[in-house]
């Protein structure tokens, strides 16, 4: 019934400062965190670390390096979801459908690109949070439910259980710190090729960002 939908609804919104609140301390956790991380590639500078939880066997990946631009620079990047495909490898088009607190938190519908022909592409319905942090600036996301955004005919629903960036100044004021924290439940059926092809190149998107802003990937 049209009320059960609003309860429902209501409900929804409320658990919605809960849920960013304990998964923002579990980002922060995970950024600080040094232990059982293993490095499993490297590239121009950019490390990418990986680690399971006995809580859940899905990989958390990590990548960490350094931007040759100031941190405002990098967070007005990433806080822009129209450049988001200047620097994401895997993006393919997303859309703000709401602002839950003005310029801070939203609600967001995105798609991902296709592995290949036998793979059905992946979407997404994200909460997505900007937070001072020890300095900084974090911006993560993610998954939830909201009639905004309803799954969609040809693709799979993804779950983003954590993903987002930690952005930290330097001695420097043009050298940022930039962290990516990213663990996805892609669903459905993917083949290991392209599980593994995610999980190496999601966290240089690094690199991405050093490009849209240096116009190098150095």
Known sequence: SKVRAITIASHRMAAQPEKLDS????????VTDKSDWVEISEKRGV?????????NPLPILKGEGIVKASPQAVVELLSDP???GQWDLFYESGRLLKWI???K???FYTRTKTYSWAVWPRDACLLVD???YNGGVVIFAISTEDDLCPECEGFVRGEVLI???????????????????FQVDAKGWLPH??????NTYQPLSILGVRKALTGSTE
């Open 23 to 30: 998964s923002f301390r579990r980002f922060c956790s995970l």
């Open 47 to 55: 490390k990418v670390y990986q680690k399971t939880e006995e809580t």
């Open 82 to 84: 129209n450049k988001r």
């Open 101 to 103: 607190t003005p310029e």
């Open 105 to 107: 938190t939203g609600l």
């Open 130 to 132: 900007k937070r001072d």
């Open 163 to 181: 993903s987002g960036f930690c952005i930290q100044p330097l001695s420097s004021p043009d050298e940022t710190l930039l962290t990516y924290i």
């Open 193 to 198: 090729a392209a599980v593994n092809l995610v």
